[in-house]
Each structure stands twice: as C-alpha cells, then as structure tokens.
C-alpha cells in the first residue's frame, strides 16, 4: 500500500495563500483516487478535494474558485494550491487514497467513508 506524508501547512493572514503537498510512497498515485479533507476542532472532518489517475477533480462548494487540487506523477506528490484564505479555512489537512472507483461520483469522492490510506495531517491557521 501507499504511505502518504503532508507538509507545507502554516499559519498565514486572511487573503494569503499556501501549497500543501502530500508526498506518495510504496505505490504509484496514479494507482487511487486522491482526495485532500480537513478537520476543525469540534467538527467533522470533510472533504475539500479530489483527483482522479486521469486528472478529473471534484471540490467542495465551500473552496470551489480559491483552491485547486493536482499531481505530479514524475514526483508521485500531491498537492493542494489554497488561495483567498479565510479564517473558516483554519483546520488540520488531511490526504487521504483510496480505490480508483472512489472518484467515479463527486459526493463519494468527497466522502470520508471509501478513503483508507491517511497521512497525519497538518495544521492551516488563517488569521482574521
């Protein structure tokens, strides 16, 4: 199986932009559906993004426009371009594998469920 590692959270002002990566070992990306969630304390954690080996993505309504998912499979890397940040966006980010038919529909691509690769997440703070 895959073993996934986050990097390039931080803490950044509202308005400002950060790259998250999620870099892939052991198994080719190309191999799952990708997806990026998050998880405020207190809250649920959701999904915010996902890729499929083919390039087609999926976003949550509440990021649509401000952030973009993509791959880079020569680097066997994910990443999550967040632009326009809000507070609303202050979370722990999560990538996350899965089998390839998990991003046939949108709704399950952004579903927690079909996901059973995680990395260990790490932390978005957006200052008002």
């Known amino acids: 199986d895959v073993q996934l590692v986050e990097s390039g959270g931080g803490s950044v002002q509202a308005g400002g932009s950060l790259r998250l990566s999620c870099a892939a070992s052991?198994?080719?990306?190309?191999?799952?559906?990708m997806g990026w969630f998050r998880q405020a304390p207190g809250k649920e954690r959701e999904g915010v993004a996902a890729i499929d080996s083919g390039g087609s993505t999926s976003y949550a309504d509440s990021v649509k426009g401000r952030f973009t998912i993509s791959q880079d499979s020569a680097k066997n890397t994910l990443y999550l371009q967040m632009d326009s940040l809000k507070p609303e966006d202050t979370a722990m980010y999560y990538c996350?594998?899965?089998?390839?038919?998990?991003?046939?529909?949108?709704?399950?691509?952004?579903?927690?469920?079909?996901?059973?690769?995680w990395g260990q997440g790490t932390q978005v703070t957006v200052s008002s």
């Open positions: 996350a594998a899965g089998p390839a038919a998990t991003c046939m529909y949108s709704t399950q691509a952004l579903g927690v469920i079909d996901y059973n690769i």
């Open positions: 052991g198994n080719r990306l190309s191999s799952y559906c």
